[in-house]
C-alpha cells in the first residue's frame, strides 16, 4: 500500500484514539516491511486505508502463525472507536 498524505492524516486519528485509550504512541511501519494486507489491494481505490488493525499475531505467514487472543479486546474497542469518531 502506497503511503500517502492521507492515510498519514487516517493514522493520526488512529494514534489519537490509541493515546485516549492509554495504548501509546503509533508509529508508520515502513512500507517494504508491510507485507500483503488485504488492505493493499482496494487501496488505490479508497480516499484512505489503514492496515494492520487487527489483532496480535505471530509467525506472520507461515506454518507457526497465530494469533494473540488476548489482544482482540484491545484492537476491537480500538477499531470502534475510530470508527464512531469518523462517523461525527
Do not use: C, W
Not at 508508520?28 to 481505490?45: C, E, M, Q, T, Y
Amino acid at each position: 500500500m502506497e503511503p500517502t498524505k492521507a492515510n498519514y492524516a487516517l493514522l493520526d486519528q488512529m494514534e489519537a484514539v490509541n493515546l485516549a485509550l492509554g495504548y501509546g504512541k503509533l508509529e508508520a511501519l515502513d512500507p517494504s516491511k508491510r507485507g500483503a494486507a488485504d488492505i493493499s489491494f482496494v487501496a488505490p481505490h479508497m480516499d484512505a486505508s489503514l492496515a494492520g488493525m487487527g489483532p496480535d499475531g505471530f509467525g506472520g505467514h507461515s506454518e507457526n502463525e497465530g494469533l494473540d487472543l488476548l489482544s482482540f479486546p484491545k484492537t476491537t474497542t480500538r477499531a470502534a472507536i475510530l470508527i464512531y469518531r469518523l462517523t461525527r
